[in-house]
């Protein structure tokens, strides 16, 4: 990740409430409504060969249901006969059967090692749909819940490889040209991985482009790229103008070049290895620096310009580009700095330390071209400086009464694996990284859609709290935004054994997460009381509460799918959708 730039999450003060005193259990009746469907849901159950952490996080905790946040309460299941079944809720007291709105090409049944088959919305009027079996379908449908414009009409149809699932999707214009970019995700077999799981993850970018022959309107692969890593990200999403890339995981994810370039990459790198040695070696006391030059043999005294100022340096040989140039870390003299030529044709230049004492760390500032040269002395000096930051014991002082960590005051549930997944953001055209962010400790929560024309919102426990964000990359400057907070999410989920899915409204009016079986727990953000209620601890009045909400479906079969409107919350199971309404329209 050479050359990338490492920033950080900047959290909004005045989103956070550090008064926030917890969830009260409210009993108000949620009004539960549920569709039997025609045919079960399309599952794929693992196979004995996807025995792996990472097969079970990609398929095996797999969402079968799919929101279309281009239009309002509206999803998306696809069913055993491969039918694309869409229900539309308008009027929970007056629900349609779900209905056909597309069919697969293909016998799902027929194939033995397909993958779920996913679908994911480009834009409001276009469609990426998989068959799980490796054919991916580019679709023309139209605005979409609504049967009379409603059409999906297949524009690109193709084998893309072994099987996949689709990640996402993004639906743009560039140069005049209308473009879609798919993002394809694999769990594939790495017969050099001898020490680990023996698999590894490929995300494909697929890049569609319209081609207009012979006033007949077709789409065609302009790209494809492939990164690989070794563990399943969390989030994965595409930029809306298709010009980069952002990936949340837990280990690193890396483009994978044709082998030309990486060819041409090794020969370049032998050349730069070749070109290795410092331009300049530098020395340093409390007092003074010394910085030594070779220089070749024909140049002389009058061909050497060497220009001192407070903070900067310039060193230039006869009318060649400068040789040293830039601001010095610290001040010098100017006035007391000399240079000579020595015997050896090496010119020697004697800088004098502004601010006697502190050590500098570099000479010039971002200037990579010279090395550091240290005497024993000080190396000693520097090692004796940095002991008492280590001990050749496990627990020194034992009996210290404010230690520096006690991990015993941590309770289960704050601790978790995967502590260092990082967020990266790739650049499509060098295929390089060029932001990157050590989450550490702020776990993955979930993603949600807040609009659709942006990039999916994610969302990260930090500390006790949930918090999400909105990546925003048109803004270098402000690339991810805090937008909302969902006050002791963090700590109440990770207390959640047999949590499956997570997700949120848009407007942040609630989360809400549902367990394999059953049972569905919701959280309303803080709202003002009708009647007056007071904390008997504390004698005073409280303004507002945050209430917790349980509901409990009257269905055996596993959850399958969970999605998140302002208003309702949609569940799937194999045979049922439920609709539990949350919030009242206003």
């Not at 524009?155 to 140069?175: A, Q, R, Y």
Request: proline share 4%; charged share 25%; with cysteine.
């Amino acid at each position: 990740m050479e050359g990338a730039a490492h920033c950080s999450l900047e959290a909004k003060r005045l989103l956070l409430d550090p008064k926030f005193e917890g969830y009260k259990l409210s009993l108000e009746p949620l009004a539960c409504y549920q569709l039997e469907l025609d045919a079960a849901v399309a599952e794929v159950k693992l196979r004995d060969d996807q025995y792996t952490l990472d097969h079970m996080r990609a398929f095996g905790m797999y969402n079968y249901l799919h929101l279309d946040s281009w239009y309002q309460d509206n999803v998306y299941y696809i069913d055993q006969f491969g039918r694309v079944m869409n229900l539309s809720v308008t009027l929970d007291t007056a629900l349609q059967k779900p209905r056909e709105v597309f069919r697969l090409p293909t016998d799902l049944t027929a194939y033995d090692n397909r993958l779920c088959a996913s679908i994911c919305f480009s834009s409001s009027t276009w469609v990426t749909v998989s068959d799980g079996t490796g054919r991916l379908y580019l679709i023309k449908s139209g605005k979409r819940g609504n049967s009379a414009s409603e059409k999906w009409e297949i524009v690109f149809n193709e084998e893309l490889g072994s099987p996949f699932i689709i990640v996402h999707s993004v639906s743009f214009v560039k140069s005049d040209k209308h473009s879609v970019a798919v993002l394809l995700l694999r769990v594939e077999k790495d017969e050099l991985d001898t020490k680990g799981s023996g698999f590894h993850i490929t995300l494909e970018w697929v890049t569609f482009v319209e081609m207009n022959k012979a006033d007949e309107h077709r789409y065609e692969i302009s790209k494809r790229r492939v990164l690989q890593g070794k563990s399943v990200p969390h989030y994965a999403a595409i930029e809306p103008n298709g010009d980069g890339l952002m990936i949340i995981s837990y280990k690193p994810f890396k483009f994978l070049q044709e082998e030309k370039e990486i060819l041409k990459e090794n020969d370049d790198k032998k050349t730069t290895d070749e070109k290795k040695d410092p331009l300049y070696y530098w020395q340093q006391t409390e007092d003074d620096l010394t910085i030594t030059v070779h220089i070749p043999q024909d140049i002389t005294k009058d061909d050497i310009k060497v220009q001192f100022s407070p903070d900067n340096i310039r060193v230039t040989l006869k009318d060649q580009p400068a040789l040293m140039e830039g601001k010095l870390y610290s001040s010098v003299d100017h006035e007391s700095c000399t240079w000579i030529i020595k015997e050896n044709k090496s010119l020697e230049i004697f800088l004098i330390k502004k601010n006697e004492g502190p050590r500098w760390p570099e000479l010039i500032v971002g200037d990579t071209k010279g090395e550091l040269i240290m005497d024993s002395s000080q190396c000693a000096e520097i090692s004796e400086s940095l002991m008492h930051l280590t001990s050749e014991v496990m627990n020194p002082d034992p009996e210290k009464e404010n230690p520096p960590c006690n991990a015993q005051e941590l309770e289960e549930c704050d601790a978790f694996l995967e502590d260092g997944a990082s967020l990266c953001r790739f650049d499509g055209d060098t295929l390089k990284v060029t932001h990157v962010i050590n989450l550490g400790s702020n776990q993955y929560l979930f993603s949600v859609v807040v609009d659709p024309k942006e990039m999916p919102c994610f969302c990260l426990r930090h500390d006790v709290d949930a918090l999400l964000w909105q990546p925003h990359s048109d803004q270098p400057q402000n690339m991810w935004e805090h937008i909302a907070t969902f006050n002791a999410l963090g700590y109440v989920q990770a207390s959640k054994q047999d949590k499956k899915f997570m997700a949120c409204a848009p407007d942040y009016s609630y989360a809400a997460l549902c367990e394999c079986l059953r049972r569905i727990f919701i959280y309303r953000q803080p709202t003002p009381l009708s009647t007056v209620l007071y904390n008997r601890k504390e004698g005073r009045q409280v303004g507002q509460v945050a209430k917790q909400l349980v509901a409990t479906l009257e269905a055996n079969d596993p959850i399958l799918g969970f999605q998140a409107t302002n208003e309702r919350l949609f569940v799937l199971t194999a045979k049922t959708l439920f609709l539990i309404k949350v919030n009242t329209g206003n």
